[in-house]
């Protein structure tokens, strides 16, 4: 009993700290990114490059990990089909996600570019209505409402507000959206189920082919003419074993707790990065009414998704315990 106990408390232990390891990679990456493109001292003004950066040490790393040392497995069930109708709008929309998400952040605060990201459901949702994945509803809408309520609120008490920012920000909401979109039809539509690390494997290659076409064209002249070849190899390294680090922290959330855990922490991490900015960057200075707008509008979906998460996992754990007891009573 006592062992069992003991084990119990390391299983906590080890969960806890997968969940902290998250939000603490999680925020310190948003924090990370905004100081690489927007330090004088880095001197990498290039979203661009740094999301092509990531993608290619992200598919090299895949590689190594799941062909060369194989630490890890990349699932099966990939086709050709699947691979072009969903893998790679997924990699484009991804791509699209974090070029124009990385470049908001030259021109806002990252608290304000994360309390705009609360419009996020709302996105999703009229777009799974139109690719028939969600129903339209009268709760629903009055949900959605009130999320574009609350971040109408944030962005009317925003001090500095640059709309070049919110422009890109709400760009790489749109294309965020999008991806969840396809992600959802991939699993549903196609049943393919895939782990982080196999869908790094699958999307990273193709999201730095669609990053590699706008750098050539729109950076890549800019870095020639500045001669900005010459950054910091170790800090930009440094950046992108964090983005990777970050991803395999979601894959151990996930497969140590659940979906629901990942998306408390998510709210954790929302909260953390807001009120950290405004302590840590001069150019954010939050107000009451952007902390009650973000409330609103945080509020709003995570009450409704929590819940609804929280009942497919009572019915899931529900489904599993049906054999446990047969299989007793059928012994006794």
Same mark, same amino acid.
């Given at each position: 009993?006592?062992?069992?106990?003991?084990?119990?408390?390391?299983? $906590?232990?080890?969960?806890?700290?997968?969940?902290?390891?998250?939000? #603490? /990679?999680?925020?310190?990456? &948003?924090?990370?990114?905004?100081?690489? /493109?927007?330090?004088?001292?880095?001197?990498?003004?290039?979203?661009?490059?740094?999301?092509?950066?990531?993608?290619? +040490?992200?598919?090299?790393?895949?590689?190594?990990?799941?062909?060369?040392?194989?630490?890890?497995?990349?699932?099966?069930?990939?086709?050709?089909?699947?691979?072009?109708?969903?893998?790679?709008?997924?990699?484009?929309? +991804? #791509?699209?996600?974090?070029?124009?998400?990385?470049?908001?952040?030259?021109?806002?605060?990252?608290? +304000?570019?994360?309390?705009?990201?609360?419009?996020?459901?709302?996105?999703?949702?009229? /777009?799974?209505?139109?690719?028939?994945?969600?129903?339209?509803?009268?709760?629903?809408?009055?949900?959605?409402?009130?999320?574009? +309520?609350?971040?109408?609120?944030?962005?009317?008490?925003?001090?500095?507000?640059?709309?070049?920012?919110?422009?890109?920000?709400?760009?790489?909401?749109?294309?965020?959206?999008?991806?969840? &979109?396809?992600?959802?039809?991939?699993?549903?539509?196609?049943?393919?189920?895939?782990?982080?690390?196999?869908?790094?494997?699958?999307?990273?290659?193709?999201?730095?082919?669609?990053?590699?076409?706008?750098?050539?064209?729109?950076?890549?002249?800019?870095?020639?003419?500045?001669?900005?070849?010459?950054?910091?190899?170790?800090?930009?390294?440094?950046?992108? &074993?964090?983005?990777? #680090?970050?991803?395999?922290?979601?894959?151990?959330?996930?497969?140590?707790?659940?979906?629901?855990?990942?998306?408390?922490? $998510?709210?954790?991490?929302?909260?953390?990065?807001?009120?950290?900015?405004?302590?840590?960057?001069?150019?954010?200075?939050?107000?009451?009414?952007?902390?009650?707008?973000? #409330?609103?509008?945080?509020?709003?979906?995570?009450?409704?998704?929590?819940?609804?998460?929280?009942?497919?996992?009572?019915?899931?754990?529900?489904?599993?315990?049906?054999?446990?007891?047969?299989?007793?009573?059928?012994?006794?």
């Amino acid at each position: 009993m006592a062992d069992q106990r003991r084990k119990l408390m390391s299983e $906590g232990v080890v969960t806890y700290a997968y969940i902290l390891l998250y939000i #603490a /990679l999680s925020s310190g990456q &948003i924090f990370f990114n905004k100081w690489v /493109l927007s330090s004088k001292e880095i001197n990498f003004p290039y979203p661009l490059a740094l999301t092509l950066l990531h993608m290619v +040490f992200s598919s090299v790393l895949c590689f190594v990990l799941t062909k060369v040392l194989k630490i890890m497995k990349v699932e099966e069930g990939m086709t050709l089909d699947i691979y072009i109708s969903s893998v790679i709008p997924i990699g484009a929309m +991804f #791509a699209m996600t974090l070029w124009l998400g990385n470049t908001a952040y030259l021109y806002i605060s990252v608290s +304000f570019a994360q309390m705009l990201k609360a419009i996020m459901p709302v996105a999703v949702f009229i /777009l799974g209505v139109a690719a028939g994945l969600e129903v339209m509803s009268c709760r629903m809408l009055l949900i959605m409402s009130v999320i574009s +309520f609350g971040v109408l609120v944030a962005s009317y008490g925003e001090i500095n507000i640059n709309w070049v920012g919110v422009i890109y920000q709400m760009g790489g909401v749109v294309g965020e959206a999008l991806r969840l &979109i396809f992600m959802e039809i991939l699993v549903k539509r196609k049943g393919l189920k895939l782990n982080p690390i196999s869908v790094m494997y699958y999307v990273s290659p193709c999201s730095a082919l669609c990053l590699l076409v706008p750098w050539i064209f729109l950076e890549k002249p800019k870095m020639d003419e500045q001669l900005t070849w010459s950054f910091h190899p170790l800090v930009l390294t440094l950046n992108c &074993i964090c983005t990777f #680090a970050l991803n395999l922290s979601v894959f151990l959330v996930i497969s140590h707790t659940s979906a629901l855990t990942i998306r408390v922490a $998510g709210v954790v991490k929302d909260w953390v990065v807001v009120l950290l900015s405004a302590l840590l960057f001069v150019d954010t200075k939050l107000t009451l009414i952007n902390l009650c707008g973000y #409330a609103i509008g945080v509020a709003a979906y995570n009450s409704h998704k929590l819940k609804k998460e929280a009942s497919r996992v009572i019915s899931d754990e529900s489904r599993d315990a049906l054999p446990l007891i047969s299989s007793s009573t059928s012994n006794e």
